[in-house]
């Protein structure tokens, strides 16, 4: 079955989202998302040294992977660790000089206990960069109203929290994640919290079109072998939305129907 991930006119076959932080080596970085899957990588571009394309170095490993004939990954640059809209506009305007800004995380923080949203700045963000012909993917809280009026402004997707950032919490609240499901119209993305391959499948069974997760595969004790179980899960997950799972009952219901019983 065809079951292509579509992304700002993009087709993906992995639904799956990595970054590239935390990793204790650019060796491990790459085995661990060659072993997610993942054809979608982000990058903290206030994190990392843009001007070293080195042979060793996070932006080399980067700039090989995304000229690479196969294996080739889309970069996602984000604006992780800006506070303003301000900011997050000059470093996204940044990004584009250099040429790796085709596609974006939109991310600005508003407290720096919970790096929580901070959704105005996020929004007058969001109407700049759009119209400057970003693609603009914003990190926002798990709030309806605020991923409508992202939505109206013109981002080609939403990605609502599940849980703080690196907490590895999982799913906080399926409810408000269900009702903003209803209402999109453009692609809903988990974004932070994830700690495990169960969140990964809760996600997408919930009807997520994709999960985007760091510290749940970096910090993990083995960061390839639970990369590779991010990826099962949301395969998993993904498959169970698709077949439907049967309706919750308060009651037993026999596997085996009474009616025809031999006596």
């Not at 070293?52 to 640059?77: F, I, N, Y």
């Not at 992202?150 to 950032?165: N, R, S, T």
């Not at 099962?232 to 085996?256: C, E, I, Q, T």
Request: aromatic fraction near 4%; proline fraction near 4%; glycine fraction near 10%.
């Amino acid at each position: 079955m065809d079951d292509a991930f579509e992304l700002a006119g993009k087709r993906y076959q992995s639904r799956l989202i990595v970054g590239t932080g935390k990793y204790k080596s650019t060796e491990e970085t790459e085995a661990a998302i060659d072993a997610s899957g993942a054809e979608i990588i982000t990058v903290a571009l206030r994190r990392v040294d843009l001007a070293d394309r080195s042979q060793g170095s996070l932006m080399g490993l980067l700039q090989r992977r995304a000229g690479a004939e196969t294996g080739r990954w889309t970069l996602l640059p984000n604006t992780a660790g800006c506070y303003t809209a301000d900011e997050a506009i000059r470093t996204l305007r940044l990004a584009r000089e250099l040429g790796i800004a085709d596609i974006v995380k939109l991310e600005v923080i508003g407290d720096k206990q919970t790096l929580y949203p901070d959704n105005e700045e996020t929004l007058a963000a969001a109407k700049v960069l759009v119209k400057e012909g970003f693609v603009v993917l914003p990190y926002c809280i798990d709030d309806p109203v605020v991923c409508l009026k992202l939505q109206d402004a013109g981002c080609a997707a939403v990605m609502p929290l599940a849980a703080p950032i690196g907490s590895g919490l999982g799913i906080r609240n399926a409810h408000n994640l269900s009702i903003i499901l209803e209402q999109a119209r453009v692609p809903v993305i988990v974004d932070a919290g994830v700690g495990t391959a169960s969140d990964a499948a809760v996600a997408m069974e919930l009807g997520c079109q994709g999960v985007l997760m760091n510290t749940a595969i970096a910090h993990a004790k083995n960061p390839v072998l639970m990369a590779a179980a991010m990826r099962d899960g949301v395969h998993a997950g993904r498959a169970a939305f698709l077949a439907g799972r049967m309706p919750k009952s308060r009651y037993a219901n026999a596997s085996s129907p009474a009616a025809g019983l031999i006596e």
